[in-house]
T-cell receptor, first 116, second 114 residues
Framework: ETGVTQTPRHLVMGMTNKKSLKCEQH?????MYWYKQSAKKPLELMFV???????ENNSVPSRFSPECPNSSHLFLHLHTLQPEDSALYLC???????????????FGPGTRLTVL | AQSVTQLGSHVSVSEGALVLLRCNYS??????LFWYVQYPNQGLQLLLK??????LVKGINGFEAEFKKSETSFHLTKPSAHMSDAAEYFC????????????FGKGTHLIIQP
């Protein structure tokens, strides 16, 4: 595997289900991100992890719970979602450079989530 | 705080014609600017980026963009459109090259007419 992979690619779940999205980066990066892409809104940053520590939570509802067990893996745990949570969820990674800046973000193909 | 405005949710050009996709940004610190492309059912692919230095940056697939600080713009151009350029294009800004996440515009859907 190369780059950033996401599983599953498609997920349909009921509002009472619990599911998890998985992201894995094979680039040796130390920062990972979750974004939400829905039809009527711009791409929205949800969570940021730097060196496995969560550094940003963009006012995301608690029904979304991220987990970053190591710098290569990122999960998004889902429970009691609403139909408006249906969207494409994108994972990305990047690498810290000298001076505290980061290179560009590399994106996975996304998980298309439908909440019934 | 940062924001991005992309003018035109849809842009249509003829094959072989100039492509111009507009992006204006707002940033309280010197910005890092990016253009990404998204093909159907795929993630985002980086076209080009501006960090520091030369204000005219060249990217993949013949695209280039010019950073104009005075106009707070970072428009994307390609001299001659190809059918394979049909896709969604996103302009994004960040403060530290992406460490804190990217702020995206709403995207521009590029349509190529044969």
């Amino acid at each position: 595997e190369t780059g950033v992979t996401q599983t599953p690619r498609h997920l349909v779940m009921g509002m009472t289900n619990k599911k998890s999205l998985k992201c894995e980066q094979h680039l040796g990066h130390n920062a990972m991100y979750w974004y939400k892409q829905s039809a009527k809104k711009p791409l929205e940053l949800m969570f940021v992890y730097n060196f496995k520590e969560q550094t940003e939570n963009n006012s995301v509802p608690s029904r979304f719970s991220p987990e970053c067990p190591n710098s290569s893996h990122l999960f998004l745990h889902l429970h009691t979602l609403q139909p408006e949570d249906s969207a494409l969820y994108l994972c990305a990674s990047s690498q810290e450079l000298a001076g505290g800046t980061y290179n560009e973000q590399f994106f996975g193909p996304g998980t298309r989530l439908t909440v019934l | 705080a940062q924001s991005v405005t992309q003018l035109g949710s849809h842009v249509s050009v003829s094959e072989g014609a100039l492509v111009l996709l507009r992006c204006n940004y707002s940033s309280s610190v010197p910005p890092y600017l990016f253009w990404y492309v998204q093909y159907p059912n795929q993630g985002l692919q980086l076209l080009l980026k501006y960090t520091t230095g030369a204000t005219l940056v060249k990217g993949i697939n013949g695209f280039e963009a010019e950073f104009k600080k005075s106009e707070t713009s970072f428009h994307l151009t390609k001299p001659s459109a190809h059918m394979s350029d049909a896709a969604e294009y996103f302009c994004a800004v960040s403060a530290r090259g992406g460490a804190d996440g990217l702020t995206f515009g709403k995207g521009t859907h590029l349509i190529i007419q044969p």
